[in-house]
């Protein structure tokens, strides 16, 4: 168990351009959840996946963001033409199994994105 | 929808002093709830969770939290707080366990020498 990881740590880019982050969850979890948060306040929930399929999506998703787990492994997050509000720290996290047997989230580090 | 609150953006403790972090929820069935501590730069770490059953929650590095549906709260407590706590803590509640999660706006806690 290495935990869930999440790359770039960093990134930063130009406003109107596109990126993708990359979240590996813990292999064995089922779900996958990606979380935006902003200086000084709390991971707000963007969209989750079980397995491969989305099952929900907040309304902070807008048409600019996209997420994709392929293959009920990984993930991607892509914000297509980017702008200085979609700076902030993306988390991503991972859990198994629900009710009382669910182990709780496990999240990543996150990765930082500055739009200039 | 469900919602948490943390009435406290700031709290200075001295080490060895007790903690108490405030966190009220608001949903209509039993909750989930969670609590993090967050240090700077780095992800979400899980201190404690309640689901059902016994109110009084055991979590690590010493940390336990009281569920108290009356009044809607729940608390997170340390008897003696040590330098390395100081962090961003985290309250959380969900509908189900293995569904999102709605954060509060998080309480900073400084230790004092």
């Known amino acids: 168990d290495t935990g869930v990881s999440q790359d770039p740590r960093h990134k930063i880019t130009k406003r109107g351009q596109n990126v993708t982050f990359r979240c590996d969850p813990i292999s064995e979890h089922n779900r996958l959840y990606w979380y935006r948060q902003t200086l000084g306040q709390g991971p707000e929930f963007l969209t989750y996946?079980?397995?491969?399929?989305?099952?929900?999506k907040s309304r902070l998703l807008s048409d600019r963001f996209s997420a994709e787990r392929p293959k009920g492994s990984f993930s991607t997050l892509e914000i297509q033409r980017t702008e200085q509000g979609d700076s902030a720290m993306y988390l991503c996290?991972?859990?198994?199994?629900?009710?009382?047997?669910?182990?709780?989230?496990?999240f990543g580090s996150g990765t930082r994105l500055t739009v200039v | 929808a469900q919602s948490v609150t943390q009435p406290d953006i700031h709290i200075t403790v001295s080490e060895g002093a007790s903690l108490e972090l405030r966190c009220n929820y608001s949903y209509g069935a039993t909750p989930y709830l969670f609590w993090y501590v967050q240090s700077p730069g780095q992800g979400l770490q899980l201190l404690l969770k309640?689901?059902?059953?016994?109110?009084l929650v055991q979590g690590i590095k010493g940390f336990e939290a009281e569920f108290k549906r009356s009044q809607s709260s729940f608390n997170l407590r340390k008897p003696s707080v040590h330098w390395s706590d100081a962090a961003e803590y985290f309250c959380a509640v969900g509908r189900d366990s293995g569904y999102a999660l709605n954060f509060g706006k998080g309480t900073s806690l400084l230790v004092t020498p």
């Open positions: 996946f079980q397995n491969e399929a989305q099952l929900e």
């Open positions: 996290a991972s859990s198994y199994g629900q009710g009382e047997g669910s182990n709780g989230y496990t």
């Open positions: 309640y689901f059902s059953g016994d109110t």
